[in-house]
């Protein structure tokens, strides 16, 4: 299985916003719901946004309102729009299908917001 490659993350301001993607495999993206995932040091991969082929989305409630995802089926590439960002939000976002609880990810991408 070839792993999704995230990309975007850096360093942000509280307050700021941030525009991940995620390339994933036809065989990942075509015929599945996608979500974004994040994980913070000392933490578990949590959920933080998922999307359905269709466009159906669902939100973690910390993120809800703050966050919009997206996707491109012809593309195979999903997007997270990030606004307000908060120091909470610092953590290693990966994407994969939703919902997902094997060991196939990518390297994720860092979001760190620091002052």
């Known amino acids: 299985q070839v792993q999704p490659v995230e990309s975007g993350g850096g360093l942000v301001q509280p307050g700021g916003s941030l525009r991940l993607s995620c390339r994933a495999s036809?065989?990942?993206?075509?015929?599945?719901?996608m979500g974004w995932y994040r994980q913070a040091p000392g933490k578990q991969r949590e959920s933080v946004a998922r999307?359905?082929?269709?466009?159906?989305?669902g939100y973690a409630d910390s993120v809800k309102g703050r966050f919009a995802i997206s996707r491109d089926n012809a593309k195979n590439t999903v997007y997270l729009q990030m606004n307000s960002l908060k120091p909470e939000d610092t953590a290693v976002y990966y994407c994969?299908?939703?919902?997902?609880?094997?060991?196939?990810w990518g390297q994720g991408t860092q979001v760190t917001v620091s002052p």
């Open positions: 036809g065989s990942i993206f075509s015929s599945n719901a």
């Open positions: 994969n299908r939703f919902p997902y609880t094997g060991d196939y």
């Open positions: 999307i359905t082929r269709g466009g159906v989305t």
